[in-house]
């Protein structure tokens, strides 16, 4: 599976930003796909995924603010970014689950700004 990120940026506290994940195959045939992050010093971590049966899943600090809505006849994958905070800056990467094995896309940077 081969995933296309794009739509990071320089945003200012408040803002928004949608990321896209666009995937080599339907991601209907995808078990898991979903957002990490990545801040200088920091481990990657999760942001959100959601199941091939549409069960999401975000991390508490994004709660509220983020979603994942997907588009299977454009396959694919978006994050919604609302009320950005300065502490969301990170090169945000797209992945996909499928059995055992993990993919990555490139990650796209995402500054937000105070």
């Known amino acids: 599976v081969q995933l296309q990120a794009s739509g990071g940026g320089l945003v200012q506290a408040g803002g928004s930003l949608r990321l896209s994940c666009a995937a080599s195959r339907s991601i209907s045939s995808i078990d898991v796909m979903g957002w990490y992050r990545q801040a200088p010093g920091k481990q990657r971590e999760l942001v959100a995924h959601?199941?091939?049966?549409?069960?999401?899943n975000y991390r508490d600090s994004v709660k509220g603010r983020f979603t994942i809505p997907r588009s299977n006849a454009k396959n694919t994958v978006y994050l919604q970014m609302n009320s950005l905070k300065p502490e969301d800056t990170a090169v945000y990467y797209c992945?996909?689950?499928?059995?055992?094995?993990?993919?990555w896309g490139q990650g796209t940077q995402v500054t937000v700004s105070s």
């Open positions: 992945n996909a689950q499928m059995y055992t094995t993990n993919y």
């Open positions: 959601m199941t091939n049966d549409g069960t999401t």
